[in-house]
């Protein structure tokens, strides 16, 4: 079956614009994320889901070879779906490209989790929201896609999705063993951004 990460992206973020392409120690974030996702053996390939307003991003992707796909700035669902549909994706990883210390580890145990018991969908719990990782089949998203009301659609766009699919369908969590939720590991502000720089550069990028 196969699966695909998707990593969603805009360059316009209202709190800290441009983040997606600022350096941390040599590359940019949304590279970070890229290479971070690739070391996972259970995903088959990575795309990097932006907006048609993020020409910066679509022109890196280009430039990098990296897969990518422009679609709806604010409707981060419709825009996960059509990239799911453009690349036939069986199973989606969602990742989000403003966590550039997200765990190749703890990503692949949510894909092995997926199906496990008729598991259809997994969940992070009691990770810092930059590991947050969500992992579901094709056919829960393009129920979202089609059933989802205005509200909820707006609940899911605010990356508030989980709530969604626990109601929906047979689930899973992979839970920290104490919860980690208060670290701050993704990034919004120029604060998060020279934090991460520091972790960075402590382990030696």
Same mark, same amino acid.
């Given at each position: 079956?196969?699966?695909?990460?998707?990593?969603?992206?805009?360059?316009?973020?209202?709190?800290?614009?441009?983040?997606?392409?600022?350096?941390?120690?040599?590359?940019? +974030?949304?590279?970070?994320?890229?290479?971070?996702?690739?070391?996972?053996?259970?995903?088959?390939?990575?795309?990097?889901?932006?907006?048609?307003?993020?020409?910066?991003?679509?022109?890196?992707?280009?430039?990098?070879?990296?897969?990518?796909?422009?679609?709806?700035?604010?409707?981060?669902? $419709?825009?996960?779906?059509?990239?799911?549909?453009?690349?036939?994706? $069986?199973?989606?990883?969602?990742?989000?490209?403003?966590?550039?210390?997200?765990?190749?580890?703890?990503?692949?145990?949510?894909?092995?989790?997926?199906?496990?018991?008729?598991?259809? %969908?997994?969940?992070?719990?009691? %990770?810092?929201?930059?590991?947050?990782?969500?992992?579901?089949?094709?056919?829960?998203?393009?129920?979202?896609?089609?059933? +989802?009301?205005?509200?909820?659609?707006?609940?899911?766009?605010?990356?508030?999705?989980? $709530?969604? %699919?626990?109601?929906?369908?047979?689930?899973?969590?992979?839970?920290?063993?104490?919860?980690?939720?208060?670290?701050?590991?993704?990034?919004?502000?120029?604060?998060?951004?020279?934090?991460?720089?520091?972790?960075?550069?402590?382990?030696?990028?």
């Amino acid at each position: 079956m196969r699966t695909w990460a998707i990593i969603t992206s805009r360059f316009n973020s209202t709190r800290l614009p441009g983040k997606a392409l600022m350096d941390i120690c040599g590359k940019p +974030m949304i590279q970070r994320v890229v290479d971070r996702v690739r070391e996972v053996e259970e995903i088959d390939d990575v795309v990097v889901a932006t907006s048609t307003n993020s020409q910066p991003i679509i022109e890196y992707c280009l430039s990098k070879g990296i897969h990518f796909y422009a679609g709806s700035e604010d409707d981060q669902l $419709e825009r996960i779906y059509e990239t799911a549909v453009k690349f036939k994706a $069986e199973q989606i990883v969602r990742i989000w490209g403003d966590c550039p210390l997200v765990s190749p580890e703890l990503i692949g145990e949510c894909v092995s989790r997926l199906g496990e018991n008729y598991c259809r %969908f997994v969940y992070t719990v009691g %990770f810092p929201k930059g590991l947050q990782v969500l992992a579901y089949k094709f056919l829960e998203l393009e129920g979202a896609q089609e059933e +989802m009301t205005k509200e909820e659609r707006r609940i899911f766009n605010e990356n508030e999705e989980v $709530e969604w %699919f626990k109601g929906k369908y047979n689930r899973c969590s992979v839970s920290s063993t104490i919860s980690l939720s208060f670290l701050p590991c993704s990034v919004n502000t120029q604060e998060d951004m020279d934090y991460v720089r520091r972790i960075y550069e402590s382990f030696n990028k």
